[in-house]
């Protein structure tokens, strides 16, 4: 049992640094907080957690998993660890783990349903991608639906569907949602001074 009072405080500090942006390298110094707290008390759950979410954030996918691992075994409230195995499972499948990915997944889903609904589309869509993998491809179009019916605002859960559709060759319908692109990952498209081209006749294009 480590000292849980010296990790809050030091977890409560990188949060703060994060909020306030003030420093130039403040996304360093609270990663080094986030990492201290863990070694401050190793039995923090959210401190993992948290570093698992930043090894994420730096594509270090195996440091991301060792850190979901830790915080699985600290014990965590049934909301956190619905978000905890969420994360775990998309690292999973990032890494190729398929199969211990889908089973991940399966226990996210089941405990989201109950504990933490507001994590749900994104296991959603971990599940869309893990069975679209699989090549059983009207399973994954059925979760990529279910992700956005369950946020359509997110560009996130419609991107999921329009790649779940295209998989499928539902071409009409996934190259409609596919439009959220844009908003997705390519928002400097949308600050041209000339408006998005919709297929109509007698236009002048810029190709960019």
């Not at 440091?63 to 049934?78: D, F, T, V």
């Not at 844009?182 to 001074?193: D, R």
Request: glycine letters at 4%; aromatic letters at 12%; charged letters at 20%.
């Amino acid at each position: 049992m480590g000292n849980r009072q010296v990790a809050l405080e030091m977890f409560n500090q990188a949060v703060n640094i994060i909020n306030a942006k003030a420093l130039p390298s403040f996304q360093q110094e609270a990663y080094k907080l986030f990492a201290s707290s863990c070694y401050a008390d190793p039995t923090f759950p959210e401190a993992f957690y948290q570093s698992g979410n930043n090894n994420t954030d730096l594509n270090l996918s195996h440091s991301a998993i060792a850190c979901y691992r830790r915080a699985l075994e600290c014990n965590p409230p049934p909301s956190l660890r619905a978000s905890i195995l969420c994360n775990l499972g998309w690292q999973l499948h990032s890494t190729k783990q398929t199969e211990e990915s889908l089973e991940i997944s399966k226990q996210a889903l089941d405990l989201a349903e109950v504990h933490n609904k507001d994590v749900l589309p994104s296991i959603f869509i971990n599940l869309s991608c893990i069975y679209g993998l699989q090549k059983k491809l009207d399973t994954a179009e059925q979760f990529a639906r279910m992700a956005f019916k369950a946020d359509p605002k997110n560009p996130q859960n419609e991107m999921a569907l329009a790649f779940a559709l295209l998989f499928n060759r539902k071409f009409a319908e996934g190259f409609k949602h596919f439009e959220r692109r844009f908003e997705y990952k390519l928002k400097e498209y949308l600050q041209y001074p000339n408006p998005k081209w919709s297929g109509e006749p007698g236009k002048t294009i810029y190709l960019c």
